[in-house]
C-alpha cells in the first residue's frame, strides 16, 4: 500500500511483474500517484507498464504518469518477438484479475513497430491494460473497474500481415475481459 506519491525521475523503468516472475497478490494505490515512469524499449520480450505482468491480482487505487515507446519487435537476427501487453498501469493480465480506481495518464508510443511474417499478436497496447491475457495461454478472467485513460496511445504497423497487428485500445485489449465503468 503507497503511502505516498512516488516521482520515478523520468529512470528507465524495469515493470513490476514478468512472464517469467508473474505479480501475484494486490497493490493498493491508496490514492497516490507514481510519476517519471520511462520506458524505452526495442525487441524486448516483456510486457510494459509499471506492472509488466500479473495473474490472480488485485490492483486498486493508483494514477500513474509517465511515456512509454516501443521501438519495435524485429530482434537482431531479423526475427519477430513477441512483445507482449502494453499498457500504463498493466501490460498483460490473467488468472481472475481486477484493476480498479485507476488513473493512467501513461503516453504510449508504438509507431515503430515492425512486426514482421509472423502469426501471432506481436503486441497489444491499452492505456489501462495492454493485453487482457497471458503468452501462457491459461484462461482469464479480467475486470477493469471505474478506471480512466487519459493518456495518449499511438500505434501504427509496418511490413506486416493483419493477422500479426497490434491491438490498440483506450481502455484493453484481450479476449477474455471484462470493462466494467471503465472511461
Known amino acids: ?32 500517484t507514481v510519476s517519471g515512469i520511462s520506458m524505452n524499449r526495442e525487441w524486448v520480450r516483456t510486457e510494459s507498464g509499471l506492472f509488466g505482468a500479473v495473474k490472480d491480482a488485485a490492483i486498486r487505487n493508483l494514477t500513474t504518469e509517465g511515456s512509454i515507446q ?7 537476427g531479423g526475427t519477430a518477438q513477441y512483445t ?21 495518464r501513461v503516453d504510449i508510443d508504438a509507431t515503430e513497430v515492425k512486426i514482421g511474417n509472423w502469426n501471432y499478436w506481436n ?24 478506471c480512466l485513460n ?19 485500445a483506450g481502455i484493453t485489449m484481450g479476449t477474455d475481459c471484462e470493462s466494467i465503468q471503465a472511461y
Request: aromatic share 4%; hydrophobic share 30%.
Open 123 to 146: 503486441v497489444g497496447v491499452g492505456g489501462i491494460l495492454g493485453f487482457g491475457m497471458l503468452n501462457d495461454g491459461s484462461a482469464s478472467n479480467v475486470t477493469i473497474l471505474d
Open 1 to 32: 500500500r503507497l503511502s505516498r506519491d512516488i516521482d520515478l525521475g523520468g529512470k528507465e523503468w524495469t515493470p513490476i511483474g514478468s512472464a517469467d516472475t508473474l505479480f501475484q497478490g494486490t497493490f493498493d494505490g491508496n490514492g497516490h
Open 70 to 76: 516501443v521501438l519495435s519487435t524485429i530482434d537482431p
Open 84 to 104: 507482449g501487453g502494453v499498457g500504463g498501469i498493466c501490460g498483460s493480465a490473467g488468472g481472475s484479475t481486477t484493476i480498479s480506481g485507476c488513473t493512467n
Open 150 to 168: 487519459e493518456g495518449d496511445i499511438t500505434a501504427e504497423v509496418r511490413n506486416g500481415d493483419p493477422q500479426t497487428a497490434p491491438f490498440i
